[in-house]
């Protein structure tokens, strides 16, 4: 049920969306998730792991990959994975995290960091 | 120009679909979402787009613990969200310490009727002046979840029901008997219902044909759960003691459980038990209550012999039975022994006891010795003891149990 879009995927030869490496990550997650989904902490472990193994852009790609074939699990599981690495860091890691740059005018940024200066406690060192 | 385009390349999330990039921001916390506003021009606003809003203690820095100053800081927000916002909010939570203008949280709350709002949480803790929660929640379509702390309800008279709800929890709301009975019966997939310190209720009548769980925990003098084939689970505490009912009314026991057959789990409270032992308890209930898995007893008064009635009454109509727990403030089985019913009384499906509250007196030994004795697979059975000596098992195991492989947990607290 879950792979009718992959086979899809397979004999659409323009697919931008995912490549061949990205298949081979997402497909297995079905049975891993199946297996671990019982057990948080194991879960947690698997999660760290990825994200070592894994660099910030190949996470986007992979969620891209689970959004095209429709895979919920996968999906939220790495979207949580971002979410997990960039809560309580800073602005310039986030960024750096997301491959962005800052476009404001000069005095802008510092009049935002004002506007918003309640969210910015407990932030990490970078 | 190469070099350009090679930066914009680099950015892999501002063109991800909002839906995605929506569940990544909705498991940081909102703060920090907010935060997002500085990352880039394209960032300004993604964030009041978001399809969840959790305003808590933990949105506010540490020096921040002005009530006002804090609603000031909500407010920015939520004025940002009403400017910028697209598409739907699902769930919107107000758990912080504050102090809400009333007319800005009407509109808010407007706002969110709006947009198709699913899960609304309003804990306002300022209860001097409680706030009238605009009738319009009451129209919303989807809310599936509405949890209400210090509100007042009223219901419009164009008020049809909530076809979508399925969790209704209220704490401290000020709601008139005939509008929560009408609230109840008016929301088809009710599932679970929590009345926490309800005000201006005197009479608590419960019909609904799907819900499953029910807790309250409230002053109340009546109380009436009627057409609720599907009720699983029972818990009420009764905070006030209950006034003397009239005589000739049929027993309260019989009146409030009579007709639940489908019960899995009881939870019944001190005051609520002596509520239901007005009248003449019967032996047993008129029907069986075949579903019933586990009774918990808590804080009873066991001295009283009518308390004790409405737990040997309940016991003869519980084939099924497996958990037994009592915790006792006072405990005497006075007429225990002479009961005739008990004889031949024996719980085939009990396999875990825990009494606590004990002060290890000959009547309560008579009490486990009967327990014990009727009980053929038994597994486990703790009894806590307060203050005085522990039961020495030694003297439990003497009580030749039915079940020869009873595990007697014996401790003081």
Same mark, same amino acid.
């Given at each position: 049920?879950?792979?009718? !879009? ?22 297995? $997650? ?13 879960? %947690? ?12 852009? %190949? ?43 800052? /476009?404001? %005018? ?21 | ?52 809003? &959790? ?19 909500? $407010?920015? +927000? ?11 909010? =699902?769930?919107?939570? $107000? ?34 002046? @409680? ?67 309800? /005000? ?9 044909? &799907?819900?499953?769980?029910?807790? +309250? ?54 005051? *609520? ?9 019967? =032996? @047993?209930?008129?029907?069986?209550? &075949? ?44 007429? *225990? ?7 031949? $009384? ?17 009547? =309560? ?14 597994? !486990? ?33």
């Amino acid at each position: 049920m879950k792979f009718c !879009t992959v086979k899809q995927y397979f004999d659409d030869e323009n697919n931008n969306n995912v490549t061949n490496g990205i298949a081979t990550t997402v497909i297995p $997650l079905p049975n891993k998730h199946l297996k671990i989904k019982a057990n948080n902490k194991e879960m %947690e472990q698997y999660e760290q792991e990825l994200l070592r193994n894994v660099m910030p852009q %190949e996470l986007t790609k992979l969620i891209l990959a689970a959004n095209y074939l429709n895979f919920k699990e996968a999906l939220d599981f790495f979207c949580r994975t971002v979410a997990n690495a960039i809560q309580n860091k800073s602005v310039d890691y986030v960024r750096k995290f997301f491959g962005l740059e800052s /476009d404001f %005018e000069p005095g802008e940024e510092e009049k935002l960091c004002k506007e918003f200066a309640w969210s910015f406690e407990g932030v990490d060192e970078d | 120009m190469a070099e350009m385009k090679r930066h914009t390349n680099i950015d892999r999330i501002s063109n991800l679909p909002w839906d995605v990039l929506d569940t990544i921001l909705v498991h940081i916390p909102l703060k920090e979402a907010v935060r997002t506003s500085i990352l880039s021009s394209k960032w300004r606003y993604k964030w009041t787009g978001l399809s969840r809003f &959790n305003i808590d203690d933990k949105c506010f820095p540490s020096y921040l613990s002005d009530k006002v100053l804090r609603w000031k800081v909500i $407010l920015k +927000i939520i004025d940002q969200v009403q400017s910028n916002h697209g598409g739907p909010v =699902e769930k919107f939570r $107000l758990a912080a310490y504050c102090m809400p203008n009333h007319c800005d949280l009407d509109q808010w709350i407007w706002f969110l009727t709006d947009k198709g709002i699913k899960e609304l949480i309003l804990k306002e803790f300022d209860s001097i002046k @409680r706030f009238k929660l605009p009738p319009e929640v009451f129209s919303c379509p989807q809310l599936s979840c509405l949890e209400l702390y210090g509100c007042i309800i009223m219901l419009s008279p164009t008020f049809r029901g909530l076809n979508s709800l399925i969790s209704l929890n209220l704490s401290h709301i000020y709601i008139s008997s005939d509008t929560l009975e009408s609230l109840i019966a008016n929301c088809p997939v009710l599932e679970r219902l929590t009345l926490i310190n309800i /005000d201006h209720s005197t009479v608590f009548k419960i019909s609904n044909l &799907n819900l499953k769980y029910l807790k +309250i925990d409230s002053k109340f003098e009546d109380i009436c759960l009627k057409n609720v084939p599907l009720l699983s689970t029972v818990d009420i505490r009764l905070r006030v003691k209950p006034r003397h009912s009239d005589q000739g009314k049929a027993c309260n026991l019989v009146r409030v459980f009579g007709c639940l057959y489908s019960i899995n789990k009881l939870i019944l409270s001190s005051n *609520f038990l002596e509520f239901l032992a007005y009248n003449d308890v019967p =032996e @047993r209930l008129p029907a069986m209550l &075949n579903h019933l898995l586990t009774l918990d007893l808590r804080d009873a008064r066991l001295d009283s012999s009518k308390v004790v009635k409405v737990l040997l009454s309940i016991l003869c109509s519980s084939p099924s039975l497996e958990e037994l727990i009592i915790s006792v403030s006072r405990f005497s089985f006075l007429d *225990f022994q002479r009961a005739e019913c008990l004889v031949d $009384l024996y719980f085939n499906k009990l396999k875990v006891v825990k009494i606590r509250g004990l002060l290890s007196t000959n009547h =309560e030994c008579e009490f486990i010795k009967f327990i014990l004795a009727h009980s053929p697979v038994l597994e !486990t059975i703790t009894i806590v003891t307060y203050g005085g000596e522990i039961i020495p098992n030694s003297v439990l195991l003497q009580f030749e149990p039915a079940s020869e492989h009873v595990k007697v947990i014996s401790l003081r607290s």
